[in-house]
C-alpha cells in the first residue's frame, strides 16, 4: 500500500534592496505595505533587512520585487 506523505518546504526568502537605485515610486510599498515604506523625504524603508520574510509575507513579497520599475529590489535565498 502506497501513503503519500507531504513535506513542507520552508521559503527562506530574503529581499536585497538596492538604496542607490531606489528612485521613491513607491510602487513596493503599495504592494507590500508592511514591509516597505516611504518616509517623508521619499527615501525607501525596509522592515526585514537582513532577515527572511515570514510566509504569509511571500507573495505580497514577490509582488513589491516585480513591480520596482528601476529594479532596486531583488529576491534572494
Known sequence: MLTS???????A???SVDY???EGHGLCSE??????R????????????GTNI?????AAARSA????PVA?????A
Not at 532596486?72 to 534572494?76: G, Y
Open 54 to 58: 515570514p510566509d504569509d509575507l511571500v
Open 38 to 49: 516611504l518616509d517623508n523625504d521619499a527615501e525607501l524603508t525596509y522592515r526585514y533587512e
Open 5 to 11: 506523505i507531504n513535506f513542507l518546504e520552508e521559503t
Open 20 to 22: 542607490h537605485r531606489c
Open 72 to 76: 532596486a529590489l531583488r529576491e534572494t
Open 65 to 68: 520585487v516585480d513591480s520596482c
Open 31 to 36: 504592494q507590500a505595505p508592511t514591509m516597505f
Open 13 to 15: 526568502m530574503k529581499i
